[in-house]
């Protein structure tokens, strides 16, 4: 099946620094890909929906301007947390799918990227 | 009231055991159904979709009820490779986005 690479699987950082969360689809072409957060215990929240060449469209009550989402190639979405606080402290897993695909149900994850903020 | 509602469990059951999974959802114009599995810090990985007929898949079987908003997962026989959290999935509108439930936590013991 197709895969999704999430790099870095963990990161540690200091508070106030930023952060870069990297998602890339291996064997496929994804023209759309997701970013969400879960935080323990918690169902994952959509944070934006990324198109390959525009912008991303957020959902109510994510800071765009925090979390800066770019989709330049139809391989490559990245998450940069700016300024990170430790209520930042998450779970950011992306998902993606093709055009292709018919049933919107078959997005393919990530493996997750494990945030801690000191 | 949340979008996508699940009991949290967790559901402890014996090896072999039959255990139920309900889901409701809020919104009558949801178009499709999912359930994903997720294991102990890991993304999630689809499990199964749900049809309004009803779709079985080896010991799985998931149900919809559009009348009554709510969908449901069957496990038999279970297995301690079951557990694990099991989130019901609903795609609000046909597009793309998928609104999570917060999962129901399965612990199978030998």
């Known amino acids: 099946g197709a895969v999704v690479s999430q790099h870095p699987s963990w990161v540690i950082c200091k508070s106030g620094t930023s952060v870069k969360i990297e998602c890339r689809s291996l064997?496929?072409?994804?023209?759309?890909m997701f970013w969400y957060r879960q935080f323990p215990k918690q169902s994952l929240m959509l944070m934006a929906t990324?198109?390959?060449?525009?912008?991303?469209?957020?959902e109510q009550g994510v800071e765009k301007d925090k979390f800066l989402i770019n989709h330049a190639s139809l391989t490559l979405s990245t998450l940069t947390v700016t300024s990170a606080h430790p209520e930042d402290s998450s779970f950011y897993i992306c998902?993606?799918?093709?055009?292709?695909?018919?049933?919107?149900?078959?997005?393919?994850f990530g493996e997750g990227s494990r945030l801690t903020v000191l | 009231r949340k979008e996508v509602e699940q009991d949290p469990g967790p559901f402890n059951v014996p090896e072999g055991a039959t255990v139920a999974f309900n889901c409701t959802y809020s919104?009558?114009?949801?178009?499709?159904f999912f359930w994903y599995r997720q294991d102990c810090r890991k993304e999630p990985k689809l499990l199964m979709s749900?049809?309004?007929s009803g779709n079985e898949d080896g010991r799985f079987t998931a149900q919809l009820n559009r009348a009554s908003q709510y969908i449901s997962l069957l496990i038999r026989d279970s297995k301690l490779s079951d557990s694990a959290t099991y989130l019901c999935?609903?795609?609000?509108?046909?597009?793309?986005?998928?609104?999570f439930g917060a999962g129901t936590i399965l612990r199978v013991k030998s």
């Open positions: 998902s993606a799918r093709t055009s292709g695909r018919a049933l919107v149900g078959e997005l393919f």
């Open positions: 064997d496929f072409q994804a023209t759309t």
């Open positions: 990324s198109n390959e060449g525009s912008k991303a469209t957020y």
């Open positions: 919104n009558s114009a949801s178009q499709s």
């Open positions: 749900v049809y309004s």
């Open positions: 999935v609903v795609n609000e509108k046909y597009g793309n986005k998928l609104v």
